[in-house]
C-alpha cells in the first residue's frame, strides 16, 4: 500500500505521536508498503534534529501557532488522491484538520488517531482560553461530516469510552500505537542516573521522564513525596514542557525546602534508555492519558510504574502486575502509595519479572502491522 501520515510536528517536545512515528512508519514500510510522513517546521534548525533517513519525509515551512501554510494547501489539494491511505495524527493543526477537510472534497476516505484530542479533560483545557475553546469547537463543527466518514484509531478501549464525540465514530479499530520489545540493558548502567545526580547506590529513586504538562498531574506527585519522611527516597523529574507548568513546579519545590528532589532539562529520546534504566519506579500520575508509551519504555527495562486508572493502558498493567494503579491521584493518596510499594521490595521484585510476561505476551510487531494494514485496506476499500 502507498500510505501517508499527516503529523503537524516531530519534534520530541510533542511527546509519544511525534517521537514514535518514525519507528512505526519503518515497520510498516517493511512489510512492503510505500511509506511516507508529512510534517512542519517553523526554521530549518528543526529539521537537523530528524535523523530518521529510511522514511521519505516532507516538510512545509509554516508559520503561527496553527501552522499555516499556503505551499502545503495546494501539495494536498493535487496529491492527496495518489495514497491509497491517508493517517491523520491528531486535531486541531492546520495540516491535521485541512487534510481531513479535504478528504472530503476528494471523496478519500481516511484514519483519524485523535491521540487522546477528543478526551473531555484536554478539550476543555486551551493556552489561548476561551479563545482556543471556541476554536476547537468551531473545528469540530466544520469536520462534523467528513469525521463521520472516517476510521477512527484508538490506541485502548478506554480511549474510545471517554471520546467526547462518541457518535461520530461510525467505525474504529483499537490497535497499540507501537511496539517496545524487551531492552537490552547488558550495555547500560543501572547507577548511571545516580551517579549524575551524586546519590548514594542504595537511594530508592522514582522517577518521570516526559513531557512537563498539567494533565501529568506531576505537581501533586511532588506535594505526595513531601508527605513521606524517609531520606533514603529520592525524585527526579526530567523533560521539556510548558514554561508556566515548569516554573509552577519549580516553586512548589523551592517553597517545600525538599532536598531529596531533582528537576532536570530534557533529554534526547536517544538516551531515554540511559536515563531511565537507573529509576527504581516510574510515576505517572495522570488526568488523562491516551495510551502511555512512557509507561512501555519504563516496563521494556523491567521498571515497575506507579499510574493512575486515567492512563489507558492501565487494564494490561494491572492485569500483569507489572505495578500498582491508582483510582484516585490526589497527593495523599499518592504518598500512602509510595510508600506502600518502598516498604514492600519483595513486591517490586516480582514486578520487574512480571514486566518481560507484559512485553512479550501483549505486544509483537508481527502481529502489530498487519492489524495497521487491515485498517488502511478497511479505510481505502470504504
Given at each position: 500500500?502507498?500510505?501517508?501520515?499527516?503529523?503537524?510536528?516531530?519534534?520530541?517536545?510533542?511527546?509519544?505521536?511525534?517521537?514514535?512515528?518514525?519507528?512505526?512508519?519503518?515497520?510498516?514500510?517493511?512489510?512492503?508498503?510505500?511509506?511516507?510522513?508529512?510534517?512542519?517546521?517553523?526554521?530549518?534548525?528543526?529539521?537537523?534534529?530528524?535523523?530518521?533517513?529510511?522514511?521519505?519525509?516532507?516538510?512545509?515551512?509554516?508559520?503561527?501557532?496553527?501552522?499555516?501554510?499556503?505551499?502545503l494547501f495546494f501539495w494536498l489539494l493535487f496529491n492527496l488522491r495518489n495514497y491509497d491511505c491517508i493517517h491523520v495524527h491528531s486535531l486541531y493543526r492546520y495540516p491535521c484538520?485541512?487534510?481531513?477537510?479535504?478528504?472530503?472534497?476528494?471523496?478519500?476516505?481516511?484514519?483519524?488517531?485523535?491521540?487522546?484530542?477528543?478526551?473531555?479533560?484536554?478539550?476543555?483545557?486551551?493556552?489561548?482560553?476561551?479563545?482556543?475553546?471556541?476554536?476547537?469547537?468551531?473545528?469540530?463543527?466544520?469536520?462534523?461530516?467528513?469525521?463521520?466518514?472516517?476510521?477512527?484509531?484508538?490506541?485502548?478501549?478506554?480511549?474510545?469510552?471517554?471520546?467526547?464525540?462518541?457518535?461520530?465514530?461510525?467505525?474504529?479499530?483499537?490497535?497499540?500505537?507501537?511496539?517496545?520489545?524487551?531492552?537490552?540493558?547488558?550495555?547500560?548502567?543501572?547507577?548511571?542516573?545516580?551517579?549524575?545526580?551524586?546519590?548514594?547506590?542504595?537511594?530508592?529513586?522514582?522517577?518521570?521522564?516526559?513531557?512537563?504538562?498539567?494533565?501529568?498531574?506531576?505537581?501533586?506527585?511532588?506535594?505526595?513525596?513531601?508527605?513521606?519522611?524517609?531520606?533514603?527516597?529520592?525524585?527526579?523529574?526530567?523533560?521539556?514542557?510548558?514554561?508556566?507548568?515548569k516554573k509552577y513546579l519549580e516553586k512548589i519545590i523551592y517553597e517545600t525546602k525538599n532536598k531529596n528532589i531533582y528537576l532536570m532539562d530534557s533529554i534526547p529520546h536517544a538516551d531515554i534508555n540511559k536515563y531511565m534504566y537507573g529509576l527504581d519506579l516510574y510515576a505517572l500520575p495522570s488526568?488523562?492519558?491516551?495510551?502511555?508509551?512512557?509507561?512501555?519504555?519504563?516496563?521494556?527495562?523491567?521498571?515497575?510504574?506507579?499510574?493512575?486508572?486515567?492512563?489507558?493502558?492501565?487494564?494490561?498493567?494491572?492485569?500483569?502486575?507489572?505495578?500498582?494503579?491508582?483510582?484516585?491521584?490526589?497527593?495523599?493518596?499518592?504518598?500512602?502509595?509510595?510508600?506502600?510499594?518502598?516498604?514492600?521490595?519483595?513486591?517490586?521484585?516480582?514486578?520487574?519479572?512480571?514486566?518481560?510476561?507484559?512485553?512479550?505476551?501483549?505486544?509483537?510487531?508481527?502481529?502489530?502491522?498487519?492489524?495497521?494494514?487491515?485498517?488502511?485496506?478497511?479505510?481505502?476499500?470504504?
Open positions: 500500500m502507498k500510505i501517508l501520515h499527516i503529523i503537524s510536528s516531530l519534534e520530541e517536545k510533542y511527546g509519544g505521536p511525534s517521537i514514535l512515528l518514525p519507528e512505526l512508519s519503518l515497520k510498516q514500510k517493511e512489510k512492503n508498503n510505500e511509506v511516507e510522513i508529512l510534517t512542519t517546521f517553523f526554521n530549518k534548525k528543526e529539521i537537523k534534529n530528524y535523523s530518521q533517513k529510511k522514511i521519505k519525509l516532507r516538510f512545509f515551512k509554516v508559520f503561527s501557532t496553527y501552522r499555516i501554510s499556503l505551499k484538520d485541512l487534510t481531513i477537510l479535504l478528504s472530503l472534497f476528494q471523496r478519500k476516505s481516511l484514519v483519524f488517531s485523535p491521540h487522546g484530542a477528543l478526551d473531555p479533560y484536554l478539550f476543555n483545557k486551551s493556552q489561548f482560553k476561551l479563545v482556543g475553546l471556541f476554536c476547537k469547537k468551531l473545528i469540530h463543527l466544520i469536520l462534523n461530516l467528513p469525521l463521520r466518514k472516517s476510521i477512527f484509531h484508538f490506541t485502548a478501549e478506554d480511549e474510545k469510552k471517554v471520546c467526547m464525540v462518541g457518535n461520530l465514530v461510525s467505525k474504529s479499530f483499537i490497535i497499540p500505537p507501537l511496539v517496545v520489545e524487551m531492552k537490552q540493558t547488558i550495555n547500560l548502567n543501572k547507577n548511571f542516573l545516580k551517579d549524575h545526580l551524586s546519590l548514594s547506590k542504595e537511594s530508592f529513586l522514582i522517577g518521570y521522564i516526559g513531557r512537563l504538562h498539567g494533565k501529568k498531574n506531576i505537581d501533586s506527585l511532588i506535594r505526595g513525596f513531601n508527605l513521606i519522611s524517609n531520606f533514603n527516597l529520592k525524585l527526579v523529574i526530567i523533560g521539556p514542557g510548558e514554561i508556566e507548568y488526568h488523562s492519558e491516551n495510551f502511555g508509551i512512557s509507561i512501555l519504555e519504563a516496563i521494556s527495562l523491567k521498571i515497575p510504574v506507579l499510574i493512575t486508572d486515567k492512563v489507558n493502558i492501565y487494564k494490561n498493567i494491572e492485569k500483569y502486575e507489572c505495578g500498582k494503579i491508582l483510582k484516585n491521584n490526589d497527593h495523599i493518596t499518592i504518598a500512602k502509595a509510595i510508600d506502600e510499594l518502598v516498604n514492600n521490595q519483595e513486591s517490586i521484585k516480582k514486578m520487574k519479572i512480571n514486566c518481560s510476561n507484559l512485553i512479550s505476551t501483549e505486544y509483537s510487531w508481527d502481529n502489530l502491522i498487519p492489524q495497521y494494514i487491515t485498517m488502511y485496506k478497511s479505510a481505502h476499500n470504504k
